[in-house]
């Protein structure tokens, strides 16, 4: 997939749908999602195996019955094609290492992640691992 990707194009102006947990940003992303001509997202499989999804993608109904039908927090629909937050890509890619999402797994480390939430206060070699991550 190398040349596809390479040929792929950014748009110059993307959305991003910013919020606090609990404030309606999924309904936003999944509404969004709905217009496939005018957004691109990450499902919920590409976020799970963000080095590997463009091959192991024939492979995921095998994996299909491993995931709960909805989300535990609040029960909206969850499987391998809904939309998901880039940012559990790239938390998968850093190795939970410059990314805000580090602390729903190391809890105690918590104020360890704190730049993260504001790539102002973040070292300048981890806002360029993460970058790297995210692109």
Not at 20 to 39: E, K, Q, V
Not at 70 to 84: A, H, I, K, S, W
Not at 95 to 122: C, G, I, N, W
Request: net charge neutral.
């Amino acid at each position: 997939y190398g040349r596809q990707i390479e040929l792929a194009r950014l748009n110059e102006r993307p959305l991003f749908v910013l919020g606090h947990p609990r404030t309606g940003t999924t309904l936003i992303h999944t509404l969004l999602a709905l217009d496939h001509h005018a957004f691109g997202c990450c499902s919920t499989f590409c976020t799970g195996f963000p080095s590997s999804f463009l091959w192991f993608e024939r492979f995921k109904s095998a994996f299909s019955s491993m995931i709960s039908s909805t989300r535990p927090m609040d029960n909206m629909p969850l499987d391998f094609d809904t939309p998901q937050e880039d940012e559990l890509a790239t938390n998968v890619l850093t190795a939970a290492q410059v990314s805000p999402y580090a602390p729903l797994v190391f809890m105690t480390h918590e104020p360890d992640y704190r730049p993260f939430f504001s790539f102002k206060l973040a070292p300048v070699a981890a806002r360029e691992r993460w970058t790297r991550a995210f692109l």
